[in-house]
């Protein structure tokens, strides 16, 4: 077995390599959490030894954010120092890469804050962030990292410790990090998705039909939708790989047109808040007029309300049964990975890539949040129309048909 | 006793109190190192209690110094990203409050890099930040903070708990929290200091000089050298003391009239490296022509050419003996502690406000570093010199004689 130090560095590796795929002389930035030291550090490490100029690490510490929405003022919560989004933006036109973790640190951390308020203060996520995201201007990945407590949320009915080797185990394996050649192993599941989207992107479909058990729902697609999965390029024609896993291929909708009722098939987890349980959305004419959960409604009901675009859609993607995040059997309350074992909808932003350029990328959806959540599951058919109306079956039992 | 809890809350609550003064809607920026997470928390949460706006901390991970002093080529070592300048930039024109900690965490973290590569690296000291500090646009403290490595240089001849124990007794009674109202104390020594700076600035000197083991130095004074202790003021009018403890009262020297040797009578600890041991230092014209020392002489050599006035200095400060740091008998191995302890000299960078405003100031030094050494002892005797050539004993046996 691998010393721990070997498996920390086995990830820095991914993500400094086929992920952000940093280059010599760039400058690199990750964004860590505390407790995230160790991943962090041998970033830096693995960086260096490739050639970056620098590496500009900054952690977010969330007890920070927990003393700010204890005892700050409630209409103060929307302020962000302007030193905060211009880093940001400096970045991007930088062009640095970036480099992040997820996996949920103190998962309880919030319990005792009214979700209304957590609504109102979106850090560390920042409007800026999208923008230089939507820009292309960066090389960027993100990844997932171990922790305890995050072991203990996925595996509860373990031990501590052995929560932790469990969720090790299957983030190695989820990574493929236990195959003999972890890249030439996402090469190949990358070029078989990009294979997928192209066949769709042929199709040129008009609209989704989703029908599961309460899930009864149209998603128009635009003109311009263009289906994208795995593998991005920058403006400065660096390829990289924004999500390790990537499983999915995804696209923007018509945030005018979709209708009917979606039921969420895993629990969604906003950074820094309790998850929300039995999410039930109704759509009418591209708006969720309608959010209920068994818990945590409130807190999707509070981003929701944020801005004219946060109650409609800006990503569409699906996901095959072949994910080993799917095949795990475990929820991750961790987005990056949930969202890579079944197909999903974000509410707020679309990636202005995901539609080709002209005069279809206006009309993707735009807004300050980007919130994904699960709709996908064996028991949920996925079907084209076409624009001159003919159905054409993609999902079927978790499995493609096309 | 008090519990763990609120000894770190009363060091926070003299950080935003009468140490940076923050005020109601102001925001707060906080400069913590990994390993100062619990006093980082306390100052957050005692700022929104006090109504600030906003608390941005930001930790620094030595670690990620480390990788770079290890794997990237020298020739990258100065290169600082331009976001990290200009933030600093942005808090000073923002008029924030600024908060940050001293006390060496994990002192022995780079005795594996070749210290003339350490000079090459100033991060995270900046320049932008002593042009903040310069512009007088925001009000700030730094204090001491303590930890079980620290604790451990300080009283190498106990166990760890119990140095750690010590230490921070120490760190209580030097910031004056073993007082029933340690806000009343600090403004009678910070009135006492005031009294002391008044006299010297009546006496209008022409020159210092200093003499004791190992010591016969002239330290000339511009005409307009103004003498500075405790508590100072922002361009925006907010009150601050901005070492926390304070005990000195400092003004900038003529760059071009220091004359003679000089022998540091504690060890100089530079952020980051080993600690400079037996320094000596010989001045010819205002510059620094020799430097030696028992152990680390290079990294100060590698300082002081990294621009013109690197190798002259920038401050004089004296310390009588009633410094409470002074009394404890122990080396901190902490600038803020240890120069609070003695007399002390400072290479580099002057504080602009320590020249009155006018042609005189633009005569203070400028550097890009500015490293205090200390120079005072009960054996060194300091006498002031008028303009006249009257002589004017001011330090004798480690008391105040004027």
């Known amino acids: 077995m691998r010393s721990e130090r070997e498996r920390i560095a086995a990830i820095a590796e991914l993500a400094v390599g086929i992920g952000a795929n940093v ?20 970033v830096a490490e693995a960086a260096y030894r490739r050639g970056a100029l620098f590496v500009d690490v900054s952690y977010y510490d ?31 036109e930088a062009g640095a890469a970036r480099v992040s973790f997820q ?17 109102l203060d979106l850090l560390p996520r920042t ?10 201007q960066t090389n960027w990945s993100i990844l997932p990292f171990p922790n305890r407590d995050w072991a203990v949320l996925v595996h509860p009915d373990l031990a501590p410790e052995d929560a932790h080797e469990l969720l090790w185990q299957q983030i190695e394996r989820i990574l493929r990090l236990d195959e003999p050649d972890p890249v030439a192993a996402w090469e190949a599941r990358i070029a078989q998705l990009e294979s997928v989207s192209g066949r769709l992107d042929a ?25 994208i999965s795995g593998r991005m390029r920058s403006i400065h024609g660096i390829d990289f790989v924004a999500n390790l896993p990537t499983e999915e291929t995804f696209t923007a909708p018509d945030p005018l047109r979709v209708d009917g009722v979606v039921t969420a098939t895993k629990p969604l987890l906003v950074p820094g808040t309790a998850p929300v349980e039995g999410l039930r959305v109704r759509f009418e004419h591209g708006r969720a007029v309608q959010i ?22 800006g990503e569409v993607a699906l996901v095959d049964r072949e994910s080993r995040i799917g095949q795990s059997g475990s929820v991750f309350y961790s987005i990056l990975l949930d969202e890579n074992a079944a197909s999903h909808l974000a509410l707020g932003n679309a990636y202005p890539f995901s539609v080709h350029a002209g005069p279809d990328r206006d009309r993707a ?20 129309v076409t624009r001159d109306g003919a159905e054409v079956p993609l999902l079927r039992g978790g499995a493609w048909v096309i």
């Not at 919560?77 to 400096?90: K, T």
């Not at 996996?103 to 609504?119: A, T």
């Open 23 to 42: 280059q010599p002389d760039q400058v690199l930035t990750v964004s860590a959490e505390l407790g995230q030291e160790a991943i962090a550090r041998a």
């Open 62 to 92: 969330p007890h920070i954010k927990h003393a700010r929405l204890r005892h700050a003022r409630r209409e103060t919560l929307g302020y962000v120092p302007p030193w905060i989004g211009e880093r940001i933006l400096a970045i991007g």
């Open 103 to 119: 996996g949920p640190l103190e998962p309880h951390l919030f319990d005792d804050i009214d979700p209304e308020l957590l609504g």
């Open 127 to 136: 409007r800026e962030s999208i923008t230089v995201t939507a820009k292309e």
């Open 203 to 227: 199709l040129a479909l008009d609209r989704l039909h989703y029908h599961g058990p309460g899930t009864d729902l149209t998603v128009g697609l635009l003109p311009g939708s263009r289906w």
């Open 292 to 313: 209920d959960a068994d818990a945590g409604a409130e807190i999707l009901r509070s981003m929701t309300a944020r801005d004219e675009g946060a109650a409609r859609l």
């Open 365 to 384: 959806n735009v807004s300050a949040i980007h919130v994904d959540f699960m709709v996908g599951s064996d028991e949920v058919d996925v079907t084209g």
